[in-house]
């Protein structure tokens, strides 16, 4: 683990640098990949939306989710000099325990799985992948 890296919750002024890490990170892109989406998604789980910090850099990001029933996980992204030092892993915990304080007994992990690494990490994070269910999806 990094001693230096503190996680803390995103904040608006903070979308740009989000943006760019995702980009620096080489994450597949998505279509709420967009300043106003992730407003929206700060107005609803802002405190579930954790980033990892270096000083005043951003170099890691994970989204969480709450729906009164099950927790979700997204857009899990290190940047490319910090990785394999246990950042992924500490976003993962931390995001985690706040669902667990929201009452979350069951969390789901979205993961393109042709992302390089992917799979590999949430696996070893304990998460497996659900061979019962598929994911029907709609772009609106």
Same mark, same amino acid.
């Given at each position: 683990?990094?001693? !230096?890296?503190t996680?803390?919750?995103? &904040?608006?002024?903070?979308?740009p640098a989000v %943006?760019? %890490?995702?980009?620096?990170?080489? =994450?597949?892109?998505?279509? =709420?990949?967009h300043?106003?989406?992730?407003?929206r998604? %700060?107005? &609803?789980d802002?405190?579930?939306?954790?980033?990892?910090?270096?000083?005043a850099?951003?170099?890691g990001s %994970?989204?969480?989710?709450? +729906?009164?029933?099950?927790? !979700?996980?997204a857009?899990?992204a290190?940047?490319?000099d910090y990785?394999?030092?246990?950042?992924a892993?500490?976003l993962i915990?931390e995001?985690?325990?706040?669902?667990?304080?929201?009452?979350?007994?069951?969390? =789901?992990?979205?993961?393109f799985? +042709?992302e390089?690494?992917?799979?590999e990490?949430?696996? +070893?994070?304990?998460?497996?992948?659900?061979?019962e269910?598929?994911? #029907? #999806?709609? !772009?609106?």
């Amino acid at each position: 683990m990094t001693a !230096d890296i503190t996680i803390r919750p995103c &904040r608006f002024e903070d979308i740009p640098a989000v %943006l760019k %890490l995702w980009i620096d990170a080489d =994450t597949v892109p998505g279509p =709420t990949d967009h300043a106003a989406a992730i407003e929206r998604r %700060l107005q &609803r789980d802002g405190e579930l939306f954790v980033l990892a910090v270096d000083g005043a850099r951003i170099v890691g990001s %994970l989204m969480g989710g709450w +729906n009164g029933w099950r927790g !979700d996980m997204a857009r899990l992204a290190v940047h490319p000099d910090y990785r394999r030092r246990g950042i992924a892993r500490q976003l993962i915990a931390e995001v985690e325990t706040r669902l667990r304080d929201l009452g979350c007994s069951r969390i =789901t992990s979205l993961v393109f799985i +042709n992302e390089p690494g992917a799979p590999e990490l949430w696996s +070893n994070a304990g998460y497996k992948p659900d061979s019962e269910i598929g994911r #029907y #999806y709609r !772009d609106l």
